[in-house]
């Protein structure tokens, strides 16, 4: 059974870079026509894509975000990664890794539990 | 950007009402459209993608109609475990949620 798992610094100081990995286990991030992906949510609020990455390694950003997010596979540690630049107290949010079922932006039927990234000096 | 709006943001009903969600897209999305049920301190649950199929594959009080830009999510028969928050998303052009509708006891 499929299951992701969060993990990084829970606080980062305005304008640093945020860095989150997701450990994989009960598939491989290689298996072919896999996407995976990370949403957030701030505290209180709705849920926003911050974008996807493709087995083979092609990135989908979320345009509101594009110039700050990257998103990498490690396939030697079957995880991948989401780093988000120039953080402000807005990206403070609960950050999940999720699968999507079909497609780069969704439906996302597999989830982490979530990680709450705070940004604040 | 394609926006997704929900109707309403607060729905008060009773155990047995049947309830409907609406969920509007500012262009079309096709039938690229998904439910999700999410209850507090909890991970969002996957009810219903492509517009109207079921996740669970089995027979549900959860379903999904619509197409183009206008979705609906009916529960059947309200059950205690139903009440929480329930977000669209469209997955057509990038992943745009709708704010969520949040279905409390009455």
């Known amino acids: 059974q499929l299951q992701l798992q969060e993990s990084g610094p829970r606080l980062v100081k305005p304008s640093e870079t945020l860095s989150l990995t997701c450990i994989v286990s009960g598939d491989s991030i290689s298996s072919r026509g896999y996407y995976w992906g990370w949403i957030r949510q701030p505290p209180g609020k709705g849920l926003e894509w911050i974008g996807s990455?493709?087995?083979?390694?092609?990135?989908y950003y979320n345009p509101s975000l594009k110039s700050r997010v990257t998103i990498s596979l490690d396939t030697s540690k079957n995880q991948f990664s989401l780093r988000l630049s120039s953080v402000t107290a807005a990206d403070t949010a609960v950050y999940h890794c999720?699968?999507?079922?079909?497609?780069?932006?969704?439906?996302?039927?597999?989830w982490g539990q979530g990680t709450l990234v705070t940004v604040s000096s | 950007d394609v926006q997704m709006t929900q109707s309403p943001s607060t729905l008060s009903a009773s155990v047995g009402d049947r309830v409907t969600i609406t969920c509007r897209a500012s262009e079309s999305v096709s039938s690229y459209l998904a439910w999700y049920q999410q209850k507090p301190g909890k991970v969002p649950n996957l009810l219903i993608y492509e517009a109207s199929r079921s996740q669970t594959g089995d027979p549900s009080r959860f379903s999904g109609s619509g197409s183009g830009t206008e979705f609906t999510l009916t529960i059947s028969s309200l059950q205690p475990d139903d009440f929480a928050t329930y977000y669209c998303q469209q997955y057509n052009t990038w992943g745009t949620f709708g704010q969520g509708t949040k279905v409390e006891i009455k």
């Open positions: 990455i493709y087995y083979s390694g092609k990135t």
């Open positions: 999720a699968r999507p079922l079909q497609y780069a932006y969704g439906p996302f039927d597999s």
